[in-house]
């Protein structure tokens, strides 16, 4: 069967850096992405990664090993907005979309 | 105004009742997708089109049935509701790739009792 692996939660400090890690078993792979949701609202794009290595856009960095099955969220300088949850979803050789449960990340002050 | 706009927002129906859950869209996509998320688990599949005389079944179809009645117009069905249908649904559309990212409506939140 096809798995998504990601812790289901996790806490921080206003201010720190936090990675968040996605472990995925597919059948094939044709990219990665992670999304961030705020409670009851929808999945907004935050990232894609297709190749090896890292993507930085802005205080957000999201890192690729596909040898590894493996992918992590970096989010630097945490803001209390940073408060959500991040769902990493993995594209497999049919071209669907396989989500995570997703990451509810809480962010103290 | 929302790109992907979803109605209701929110309903509450009893057993057995016909909903008809409601996307449109402005942002001129070609892929429609229907969406349901519960705690715990991650989004899932119900239904999604590539155009409009192209439907096809996800991962959890059953109980659940489409209509694309427009490039921009996507609704979701319950013929009959039943509680374990109690969740909240998320339309999305997408760019004609199979790599592009998708863009979500505000969901809606159905509570079948």
């Known amino acids: 069967g096809q798995n998504i692996d990601q812790p289901t939660e996790m806490t921080a400090t206003e201010g720190a850096i936090v990675q968040i890690n996605c472990t995925y078993q597919?059948?094939?792979?044709?990219?990665l992405f992670w999304y961030q949701q705020h409670a009851g609202e929808a999945p907004t794009f935050l990232s894609y990664?297709?190749l090896d290595g890292l993507e930085e856009k802005g205080r957000f960095s999201s890192f690729l090993s596909r040898s590894k099955g493996y992918s992590y969220l970096l989010l630097k300088e945490l803001q209390m907005k940073d408060s959500a949850s991040y769902l990493c979803?993995?594209?497999?050789?049919?071209?669907?979309?396989?989500w995570g449960a997703g990451t509810k990340l809480i962010i103290k002050p | 105004d929302a790109d992907v706009t979803q109605t209701p927002r929110n309903r509450i129906t009893k057993t057995g009742k016909r909903i008809m859950l409601e996307c449109s869209q402005t942002?001129?996509?070609?892929?429609m997708y229907w969406y349901r998320q519960d705690p715990g688990l991650g989004l899932r599949l119900i239904y999604y089109?590539?155009?409009?005389?192209?439907?096809n079944k996800g991962e959890i179809s059953d109980g659940y049935s489409v209509s694309r009645q427009a490039q921009a117009k996507f609704s979701l069905s319950l013929e009959s509701a039943i509680p374990n249908q109690t969740a909240l649904y998320f339309c999305?559309?997408?760019?004609?790739?199979?790599?592009?990212?998708?863009?979500f409506g505000e969901g809606s939140r159905l509570t079948v009792l």
């Open positions: 942002k001129g996509h070609d892929r």
């Open positions: 999305a559309t997408a760019k004609g790739s199979d790599t592009g990212e998708l863009f």
């Open positions: 979803a993995v594209i497999d050789s049919n071209y669907q979309l396989i």
């Open positions: 089109s590539f155009d409009v005389k192209d439907i």
């Open positions: 597919t059948s094939g792979f044709n990219g």
């Open positions: 990664n297709v």
